[in-house]
Nanobody, 120 residues
Framework: QVQLVESGGGLVQAGGSLRLSCAVS????????MAWYRQAAGKQRELVAR???????NYAESVKGRFTISGDNAKNTLYLQMNSLTPEDTAVYYC??????????????WGQGTQVTVSS
């Protein structure tokens, strides 16, 4: 089993920055994919960014150039640095992980989510 705990959400003005953290514990040694998803009120959950075991990353078009996903193996933590935030980034952000390469949002492990609210 793997446990994921997000932190770092909050209220920020448009143009500001936040860094989300996801503390990972449990059977982490064979995790191959980790990602951040978000879900805005009344909308479907959507992929924000993901990172693979070899370090490659990919991003949703809407966040490219503004968000950066990274991991710190020594701290067992996944990060999402979010810059130039807009009100459209307001959502609950979820960290997720899988031992394989899941299709879509079919990840085995999910955190509880952290709220990000961007005011205009």
């Amino acid at each position: 089993q793997v446990q994921l705990v997000e932190s770092g959400g909050g209220l920020v003005q448009a143009g500001g920055s936040l860094r989300l953290s996801c503390a990972v514990s449990g059977n982490i040694f064979s995790l191959n994919t980790m990602a951040w998803y978000r879900q805005a009120a009344g909308k479907q959950r959507e992929l924000v960014a993901r990172i693979f075991g070899a370090g490659s990353t990919n991003y949703a078009e809407s966040v490219k150039g503004r968000f950066t996903i990274s991991g710190d193996n020594a701290k067992n933590t996944l990060y999402l640095q979010m810059n130039s935030l807009t009100p459209e980034d307001t959502a609950v952000y979820y960290c997720c992980a899988d031992h394989y390469y899941p299709s879509g949002s079919d990840y085995d492990y999910w955190g509880q989510g952290t709220q990000v609210t961007v005011s205009s």
